[in-house]
Nanobody, 124 residues
Framework: QVQLVESGGGLVQAGGSLRLSCAAS????????MGWFRQAPGKEREFVAA????????YYADSVKGRFTISRDNAKNTVYLQMSSLKPEDTAVYYC?????????????????WGQGTQVTVSS
């Protein structure tokens, strides 16, 4: 069982930055690819970014490419999402998730464990 706890959400003005963190309570954290998803009110959950087990491979949704950066620190069992140049359309609950399968990083159904989410609100 993997427990994931997100933090770092909040209210920020458009153009601002936030860094989300996701701490995992599992000894084999480096065995998992990690992803960030988000869900806005009335919309489906969508892929944001993912990082492979060793941090060497990263993947991004087109909507955040060039603005968001995903990284991980396996020594701290933590994955990060640095968000810059935030836009009002980035407003959503952001979830981190763990993928043990090693593929399908953009598909929510391929993830095995999820955090409870953290709210990000970007004001215009």
């Amino acid at each position: 069982q993997v427990q994931l706890v997100e933090s770092g959400g909040g209210l920020v003005q458009a153009g601002g930055s936030l860094r989300l963190s996701c701490a995992a309570s599992v000894r084999t954290f480096s065995s998992y690819a990690m992803g960030w998803f988000r869900q806005a009110p009335g919309k489906e959950r969508e892929f944001v970014a993912a990082v492979g087990w060793n941090g060497g491979n990263t993947y991004y949704a087109d909507s955040v490419k060039g603005r968001f950066t995903i990284s991980r620190d396996n020594a701290k069992n933590t994955v990060y999402l640095q968000m810059s140049s935030l836009k009002p359309e980035d407003t959503a609950v952001y979830y981190c998730a763990a993928n043990f399968r090693g593929s399908g990083y953009a598909q929510a159904t391929r993830y095995d464990f999820w955090g409870q989410g953290t709210q990000v609100t970007v004001s215009s």
